[in-house]
Each structure stands twice: as structure tokens, then as C-alpha cells.
T-cell receptor
Framework: QKEVEQDPGPLSVPEGAIVSLNCTYS??????FMWYRQYSRKGPELLMY????GNKEDGRFTAQVDKSSKYISLFIRDSQPSDSATYLC????????????FGAGTRLFVKA | DTEVTQTPKHLVMGMTNKKSLKCEQH?????MYWYKQKAKKPPELMFV???????INESVPSRFSPECPNSSLLNLHLHALQPEDSALYLC??????????????FGEGSRLTVL
């Protein structure tokens, strides 16, 4: 079993839809959770960085962490064609040092 | 715009060539990383430098040789590569070099093709 599971998709939604992207994990020591957006042939761009459980909002993006269920989510409101990209979840434990564990990435297509 | 700058953006090299990838950050970050990413796969950690010292080498073949000349610069020297080494090479940095490294910021990557 992988430490981090993420559905690779693809996920196709119409413009304006609310998008829900999710990851599950098995290591209860994970404390730091990140979401990255990666356009084709570009480097990953950090969207959200959260510590422990709870919600964090930044513009159209909301990150949720449920440590009791070992489940994290990224919601995108009013999705735009420019949101079409691969979204990677990533996580790290408090003592994990330099080891960030990535999900496989979900490919999202937002249709105009 | 990313504050981790990588050059070159694209590199094509033969199996007998020697080339280098360069990375620069001016955010005062104390840890710098090299990752390798194949198509439709997540990034794979190769090397980590913390406070300019090599902290992690993920059993990377010796044909890849990292170098950290100072806290802002990171190089990856390439020699006698194989076609299967063709990939997107990502540089990243994080604020801290200890147990809690903080967020990981990536550059745009150098796309390497080995012929």
C-alpha cells in the first residue's frame, strides 16, 4: 500500500463548477500538508500549505485536513479553464526532515 | 512567478557528453533539492543540501553529481547519461534545514533529453 493515495483521473468539469480533489494517507505521523498545481512541462507551484487538521482558504481555493480519517481535500470554486492542470498532494511528518511524500497527481480539465 | 530559477530550460545531450544544470534561489532558504520527474509521475527526490552540506543522496547513480557552491546556488553535473535519464529535473528550496523544513518551492525545471 502506498503511503499517499491520489486518484490520477482525469477529472473533467464544466467551467464554473466546484472541484473537489482528494488524497488519503496511511502514516498518522504526517503533520504538514501541501497542494501543488503543475501545468504541462512546468514545475509544481505551491498552492496551499497547512499544518495539522482544519481548513485554510485562499481566494477560490480551500484546503481541508481531516487527520482522524487520514483524508485531505482541495476545493476549487468557480473553476476556470486556466485551472486545467495536474494537482499534486504532498505531506510530511514533523520529524520527516527533507522527505516530502507526493501523491500521484490528479489531472483536471475545466471545459469552457 | 517562481523564485527558484533553473537553467537551461531545455537540454539535449549525447551519452558521452558532460553538461550541468544550474539552480539559484534568493529567498534565503537553507535547504536545496534536486528532484527527477518522469511524465505523469510525481517528483522523485535525488539529493538534498542543507546549509550547503549534502544531507541526502537517494542512491542516485554516480553519473549524476551534485554541487552546492554557496547557499543560493545548486548545480547538477551530468556525465555519461543513459536515454532513460531523460526527464524533467526540478530544483526546489525550503526555508529551513532542520527537521521541520517548511514549504517546498520548485523551479520551472530543466527538461533533459539524452540521445
Amino acid at each position: 500500500q502506498k503511503e499517499v493515495e491520489q486518484d490520477p483521473g482525469p477529472l473533467s468539469v464544466p467551467e464554473g463548477a466546484i472541484v473537489s480533489l482528494n488524497c488519503t494517507y496511511s502514516n498518522s505521523a504526517f503533520q504538514y500538508f501541501m497542494w501543488y498545481r503543475q501545468y504541462s512541462r512546468k514545475g509544481p507551484e505551491l498552492l496551499m500549505y497547512t499544518y495539522s487538521s482544519g481548513n485554510k482558504e485562499d481566494g477560490r481555493f480551500t484546503a481541508q485536513v481531516d487527520k482522524s480519517s487520514k483524508y485531505i481535500s482541495l476545493f476549487i470554486r468557480d473553476s476556470q479553464p486556466s485551472d486545467s492542470a495536474t494537482y499534486l498532494c504532498a505531506m510530511r511528518s514533523l520529524t520527516g526532515g527533507f522527505k516530502t511524500i507526493f501523491g500521484a497527481g490528479t489531472r483536471l480539465f475545466v471545459k469552457a | 512567478d517562481t523564485e527558484v530559477t533553473q537553467t537551461p530550460k531545455h537540454l539535449v545531450m549525447g551519452m558521452t557528453n558532460k553538461k550541468s544544470l544550474k539552480c539559484e534561489q534568493h529567498m534565503g532558504h537553507r535547504a536545496m533539492y534536486w528532484y527527477k520527474q518522469k511524465a505523469k509521475k510525481p517528483p522523485e527526490l535525488m539529493f538534498v543540501y542543507s546549509y550547503e552540506k549534502l544531507s541526502i543522496n537517494e542512491s542516485v547513480p554516480s553519473r549524476f553529481s551534485p554541487e552546492c557552491p554557496n547557499s543560493s546556488l545548486l548545480n547538477l553535473h551530468l556525465h555519461a547519461l543513459q536515454p532513460e535519464d531523460s526527464a524533467l529535473y526540478l530544483c526546489a528550496s525550503s526555508p529551513f534545514g532542520g527537521e521541520n523544513t517548511g514549504e517546498l518551492f520548485f523551479g520551472e525545471g530543466s527538461r533533459l533529453t539524452v540521445l
